[in-house]
């Protein structure tokens, strides 16, 4: 049976970081499932069908991802699918705190999978989808930190909005 893994999160817009903790577990499991929340609440930057796009571009390709938009309880997702685990990725210590909240949350609901907590490399330590819409916004660079085309659709915002 195939073992498959949730990698859970808004991706707004997805970063080159999303990208690396993507493929180190794409080395752990034979599919992982790219679930992007629609998230209202949050107030999304970019629409969830813009973040789709952007995900399907970068990582729609690579065998064994498959990218789908996702709402309502992460543990009742996870059953649905059949998956045995949920990556999330963990950057430092300030992570750790929210991330350790939501993976016993997540147990308390359904004790069938494991959270499994990946280290991306270190150039991507220091980085996250909010800094990148902020330094784009007021109009830094941000080549090298997230794909092409979200940096392209970035840049337009960045235009539109000025
Ligand atoms: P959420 O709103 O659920 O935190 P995000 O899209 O911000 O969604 O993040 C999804 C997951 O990816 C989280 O586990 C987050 O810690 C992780 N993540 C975000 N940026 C990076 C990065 N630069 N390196 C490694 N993991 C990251």
Redesign the pocket.
Known sequence: MKRAAI??????P?????L??IERARHLFDEIIVAV?E?PS?RPYFSLPERLRFLHQAVGARPGVRVEAFSGLLTDYVKKKKAVAV?????AVS?FEY?FQMALMNRRQNNRFETVF???DEK???????LVREVSRLGGRVRGLVPTGVEKALQQRAQDHA
């Open positions: 990698y859970p999160g808004s991706f707004d997805v970063t080159n970081g999303h690396d903790i929340s998230n949050k990556i999330r990725g963990l950057r992570d991330e990946l280290m991306p991507y330590t220091y980085l996250s989808s909010s």
